[in-house]
């Protein structure tokens, strides 16, 4: 018997009820207009745009010969 823990802890509900939680979020994120998510990706990549540009420019600021 001293191989059998005297308390026995059960986390698969937990585990199960964590699933449950991150798919029904999921699926709420696919219940959003397609128009909101499109816009949303536009400015995220613009974003990404422009933090581009702002690097290149601090770049040729920084070694003009190596850049043209």
């Not at 029904?24 to 909101?36: A, E, V, Y």
Request: aromatic fraction near 2%; glycine fraction near 0%.
């Amino acid at each position: 018997n001293d191989q059998i823990p005297d308390q026995v802890i059960n986390i698969s509900l937990q585990l199960e009820e964590t699933a449950l939680s991150e798919i029904n979020q999921l699926i709420r994120s696919l219940d959003k207009p397609t128009n909101n998510l499109i816009s949303t990706l536009k400015e995220e990549l613009d974003e990404q745009n422009s933090f581009a540009k702002i690097k290149k420019d601090l770049i040729q600021t920084l070694e003009p010969q190596k850049t043209s």
